[in-house]
Nanobody, 117 residues
């Protein structure tokens, strides 16, 4: 059974840092690009950062220079280091991956990040 489980969210003051983790289990992760998305109240879900199996990364313009995505393939985990947090970063953050063998998409349950001004 494939699962993506996020952790590390919480309440932080503006300018602070948080590190989100995504733990994968089941027949996923190897060879997969893993993404972090976020969804703020009343807004569409948006891509924040992505990392390929080879370690290439991509970021939304709004987080470039502040957020860093990384992965540990041996532990089947992906991380999102968030520095310089802003109130507009407040959202539920989701881990996402597509299984290579069949193209099926998987989402985690989400973790809330709240940044106070």
């Amino acid at each position: 059974q494939v699962q993506l489980v996020e952790s590390g969210g919480g309440l932080m003051q503006a300018g602070g840092s948080l590190r989100l983790s995504c733990a994968a289990s089941g027949s996923i992760f190897s060879g997969s690009t893993v993404d972090w998305y976020r969804q703020a109240p009343g807004k569409q879900r948006e891509l924040v950062a992505a990392i390929t199996s080879a370690g290439s990364t991509n970021y939304a313009d709004s987080v470039k220079g502040r957020f860093t995505i990384s992965r540990d393939n041996a532990k089947k985990m992906v991380f999102l280091q968030m520095n310089g947090l802003k109130p507009e970063d407040t959202a539920v953050y989701y881990c996402h991956a597509v299984r290579r063998v069949d193209g099926r998409s998987y989402w985690g349950q989400g973790t809330q990040v709240t940044v106070s001004s």
